[in-house]
C-alpha cells in the first residue's frame, strides 16, 4: 500500500524559499514501473490543483503557469522522496500543499487530482507580504 508523509511547510516572506518533502513508498513498491507523483494545493474557499508533476521515470514533469520559473520538482528514488524546492514565494502562493501518487500507469501524466488515489497529509505553506 502506497504511503504519503510531506513535510517542510512553513510561515516565510514573500520573495523567501521554502523545500517540501514527501517521503513515499511508491518508488519501492513501483520500483522498475513508471508511475506519476506531484504535488498539489489548496488554498481556502479554492479547488485543489496541480502545482507539479512528475513520473518515477523522470521522462515528464509539468508546472503550473503560476509557478513556472520558481518552483522546481524533482526526486530521489534511493531516499525515496519526492521534493518542491519553491523559491520567490508569493503571497498567492499560501495553501495548504499536498504530495500524491497515481498508482496507475499512464503514457502522460494527468494533472487532475481526481486521478490521484493516494495523498498525503498536507503540509501549510503560508507567504506574507
Known amino acids: 500500500q502506497v504511503q504519503l508523509a510531506e513535510s517542510g511547510g512553513g510561515s516565510v516572506q514573500a520573495g523567501e524559499s521554502l523545500r517540501l518533502s514527501c517521503v513515499s513508498s511508491?518508488?519501492?513498491?513501483?520500483?522498475?514501473?513508471?508511475?506519476?507523483v506531484g504535488w498539489f494545493r489548496q488554498a481556502p474557499g479554492e479547488q485543489r490543483e496541480g502545482v507539479a508533476i512528475?513520473?518515477?521515470?523522470?521522462?515528464?514533469?509539468y508546472y503550473a503557469d503560476s509557478v513556472k520559473g520558481r518552483f522546481t520538482i524533482s526526486q530521489d528514488s534511493a531516499k525515496k522522496t519526492l521534493y518542491l524546492q519553491m523559491n520567490s514565494l508569493k503571497p498567492e502562493d499560501t495553501a495548504v500543499y499536498y504530495c500524491?501518487?497515481?498508482?496507475?500507469?499512464?503514457?502522460?501524466?494527468?494533472?487532475?487530482?481526481?486521478?490521484?488515489?493516494?495523498w498525503g497529509q498536507g503540509t501549510q505553506v503560508t507567504v506574507s507580504s
Open positions: 512528475i513520473s518515477t521515470a523522470g521522462d515528464y514533469t
Open positions: 511508491i518508488y519501492t513498491i513501483y520500483t522498475g514501473r513508471r508511475r506519476c
Open positions: 500524491a501518487a497515481d498508482t496507475l500507469p499512464r503514457t502522460l501524466c494527468s494533472t487532475v487530482s481526481g486521478a490521484y488515489t493516494v
